[in-house]
């Protein structure tokens, strides 16, 4: 069912840069580049995170209620993933942490990327 996200980003080189260092611990990589898009995805993989200049050459905005959640495998890469947004200068939405209103293994964290787009990094693991 799942095909691929797509986020708008107003500087493609400073979305990139970005991604690259936050994307990186749950293996992800760029996939495709080009055509006003960087597409990330498992080695091997088709892109399925994509960031893009908007279509229709307006500005990016973000949606109300919107979010993005990323798998992760282990809570280690849930806290190494906040850990690069913050230092690639994120806006924090919720420090990696247990959330048992979800599941008892619900461990997630939440961020802004640098356009506002709010990204969840979660794992519904026990460790």
């Known amino acids: 069912m799942y095909s691929h ?15 690259d260092a936050v994307l990186a611990p749950l293996g992800l990589e760029v996939r495709f580049s080009g055509d006003g898009m960087v597409g990330y995805g498992l080695p091997g993989g088709r892109p399925q995170f994509l960031v893009v200049r908007p279509f229709d050459g307006g500005d990016p905005s973000v949606g109300n209620g919107s979010m993005v959640a990323l798998l992760a495998q282990r809570r280690a890469q849930v806290e190494a993933c906040y850990a690069a947004a913050m230092e690639q200068g994120a806006m924090d939405e919720g420090a990696p942490a ?30």
């Open 5 to 19: 996200t797509t986020i708008g980003a107003n500087d493609l080189l400073r979305a990139t840069v970005f991604y």
């Open 98 to 127: 247990l959330r048992p209103q979800y599941h008892r293994n619900y461990y997630g964290a939440y961020f802004r990327d640098l356009d506002g787009n709010k990204i969840c990094v979660c794992s519904h693991h026990a460790g």
